[in-house]
């Protein structure tokens, strides 16, 4: 009778997820899951991102080699300095190597089940919403069967933690 209820925590009280990363030197630099605000404020800078999500997978090195003035953009915003010039400068000057560690640990941070079982969910979300716009009822699995059967996954083991 006078069983008490666990209290979870509050928002306030949860610190994002973040990861150590070697960037050589025996220097690391702490960085952290990007949030869909800065996400889209990247896509809306760097509008050939959105090729890659809408793709379903980003891997790092396509986001290197395709877009690189992104990089700086995408670790400059893991590390709390979202669209700073300056900071944006400085990522895109790190070695090739630290910047693809720290995009891999970012996408560890920011889709921590993969980014291909990520964008299954929204995929399954907007068909959903269709659905019920269009006043038809949709069965979700045959709409998601019909996308590709395995999208691409970044979740990777933690480099150099």
Do not use: W
Request: aromatic share 4%.
């Amino acid at each position: 009778m006078g069983e008490k209820v666990k209290q979870g925590l509050g928002l306030l009280d949860i610190a994002p997820v973040s990861e150590q990363v070697d960037v050589g030197n025996d220097q690391k630099l702490e960085v952290k899951g990007i949030s869909s605000e800065d996400i889209l404020k990247l896509i809306q800078r760097f509008p050939d991102m959105q090729k890659f999500i809408s793709m379903g997978g980003i891997k790092p090195a396509d986001i290197m080699n395709t877009i690189p003035g992104t990089v700086g953009g995408i670790i400059a915003a893991a590390c709390g300095h979202a669209g700073e010039e300056n900071y944006e400068s400085a990522a895109n000057k790190l070695s090739v190597e630290a910047q693809l560690d720290l995009l891999e640990a970012i996408g560890r941070c920011t889709f921590r089940n993969g980014f291909g079982p990520f964008v299954m969910r929204i995929s399954a979300h907007v068909v959903a919403a269709l659905s019920a716009k269009s006043g038809k009822a949709t069965d979700m699995n045959t709409q998601l069967q019909s996308r590709p059967s395995s999208l691409p996954d970044t979740t990777q083991a933690p480099s150099g933690n």
